[in-house]
């Protein structure tokens, strides 16, 4: 079936959104677009005004990625380092995008810099969500060799968030590149097996297989489109489902 008009609303009471570092770079090739920072956070405000409690991870690629800086001869652990930081830069972005619209945010880093932000503590970010700020977990899992996918994973569990909502450029998960072959066919729903199977690339693997051991149930859909988050949220929309038969 597709997803449309009529189909129920997902009903998530609460949920993460994964956006990459490059979704906020607009059409530049690095950094920060305000503009394209504001039109996201408007998208999070709206699904926060429909009583959502809503969790937020953005990666650090517009900035730094620890393997671009081991393969230019740096250690990988201190590369990985800069790549954390840079996704504090694209959250603290956020939170001002967020708050300039009235909208509640506390970012939370992995990596403590208490003059920044607050630090990660559990039952904190729930107290938080319950209260209807924005939570925005920066720093990745604050390791290494780890990404903000898996991150994302990881803190949508501990917030027993029921969904991650990864937003991408295209509206779902395909079964080849749709901007290159215009007759690449969209999966309505799709095991989180098939993905890792056919090698999709949808999110990284050890996040696919977090999600997968949590039952946690993926959502793949374009951010380039505006409104589509909260679409979806309302039962319309296309977009393409990760989750168990
Ligand atoms: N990173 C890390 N540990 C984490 C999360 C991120 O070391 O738990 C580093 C890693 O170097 C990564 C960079 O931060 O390349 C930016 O994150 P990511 O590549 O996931 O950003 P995105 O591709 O989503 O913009």
């Known amino acids: 079936m597709t997803p449309d008009a009529t189909t129920p609303p997902l009903n998530y009471k609460r949920v ?61 652990t201190t590369a990985d380092y800069m790549g954390m930081l840079a996704t504090v830069m694209n959250a ?10 009235d909208t509640f945010t506390r970012v939370i880093s992995a990596i403590p810099m208490d003059q920044i932000c607050e ?27 780890f990404t903000t996918d ?30 290159k072959n215009p007759d690449a066919k969209r999966f309505e729903r799709i095991t989180y097996d098939d993905v890792l199977q056919k090698h999709l690339k949808v999110m990284d693997a050890s996040a696919i297989a977090l999600a997968r051991d949590n039952k946690l149930p993926i959502v793949v859909f374009s951010l380039a489109d505006s409104g ?15 989750e168990q038969k």
């Open 150 to 179: 898996t991150a994302a994973t990881l803190r949508a569990t501990e917030m027993g968030c029921e969904a991650i909502f990864k937003g991408t450029s295209v509206d779902g998960i395909y079964d080849s590149d749709p901007k």
């Open 16 to 76: 993460m959104l994964k956006i990459s570092g490059e979704a906020l770079m607009g059409p530049g090739q690095y950094g920060l677009h305000p503009p394209t920072v504001e039109r996201i956070a408007a998208e999070i405000k709206s699904v926060v005004d429909l009583g959502v409690e809503v969790c937020v991870v953005i990666g650090g690629g517009n900035i730094f990625r620890g393997l671009q800086g081991s393969a230019q001869g740096m250690e990988r």
């Open 119 to 145: 630090p990660y503590i559990r039952r904190r970010a729930v107290r938080h969500l319950e209260k209807g700020r924005v939570v925005i977990f920066a720093a990745g899992t604050g390791n290494p060799y």
């Open 228 to 242: 589509g988050f909260v679409s979806i949220l309302q039962g319309k929309g296309r977009f393409t489902v990760v």
């Open 92 to 101: 603290l972005a956020m939170q001002s995008a967020l708050e300039a619209m």
